[in-house]
């Protein structure tokens, strides 16, 4: 099953990148879900990051952004997805 993780404008992108890592070692796929800019701009960074906690067991990384509709309190709101799996 895929792990979602939900990445806000106030999260540490190397705490994102750890749990990141854990989600990929345990589960080889995972997605982060991002709401407006500067909560994309984090998890950029924490991709960023996690390629370099996984490069030194050969882990490369793949990442397919997308759209995504979710609902935060009752309200639709357009989410950016990163689907991020090893290569």
Known sequence: MM????????????SVAGALAAALRGNSIAQLQAVGA??????????AITRGF????GMDLVVVPAFVEISIDGE????????VEPR
């Open 38 to 47: 500067g909560a994309v701009n984090q998890a950029v960074k924490a991709i």
């Open 54 to 57: 996984v490069a030194p067991n």
């Open 3 to 14: 792990e979602v993780l939900k990445v806000s404008a106030n999260s540490q992108p190397k």
């Open 76 to 83: 639709k709101r357009t989410a950016i997805k990163f689907i």
